[in-house]
């Protein structure tokens, strides 16, 4: 069974950062591309960044291009969402998602906010 449990959301204000991981199962993730995505209140799921199965190719949605970072080590089977100068625009449950069956975790709520 995919499982794919989110951690590392919180509180934080404007300009602050906060690092998520996702941890996952159930599948050979170091032969997985993986995705973020997220979905802020009262909106639907929105597209955040993408990662290879090897790290390389990191693609961003315009919105988060030089303020957040993807990354994975396949070791651990875990992937990752460094997340700086986040703004109140930014507040959104962020889930991880395995493309290749669109599944995805039960989020981490992330809130931006002073």
């Known amino acids: 069974e995919v499982q794919l449990v989110e951690s590392g959301g919180g509180l934080v204000q404007p300009g602050g950062s906060l690092r998520l991981s996702c941890a996952v199962s159930?599948?050979?993730?170091?032969?997985?591309?993986m995705s973020w995505v997220r979905q802020a209140p009262g909106k639907g799921l929105e597209w955040v960044s993408s990662?290879?199965?090897?790290?390389?190719?990191?693609s961003y949605a315009h919105f988060v291009k030089g303020r957040f970072t993807i990354s994975r080590d396949n070791a651990k089977n875990t992937l990752y969402l460094q997340m700086n100068s986040l703004q109140p625009e930014d507040t959104a449950v962020y889930y991880c998602?395995?493309?290749?069956?669109?599944?995805r975790g039960q989020g981490t709520q992330v809130t931006v906010s002073s």
């Open positions: 998602r395995l493309p290749s069956t669109g599944t």
């Open positions: 159930g599948f050979t993730f170091s032969s997985s591309a």
């Open positions: 990662i290879t199965s090897t790290g390389g190719s990191p």
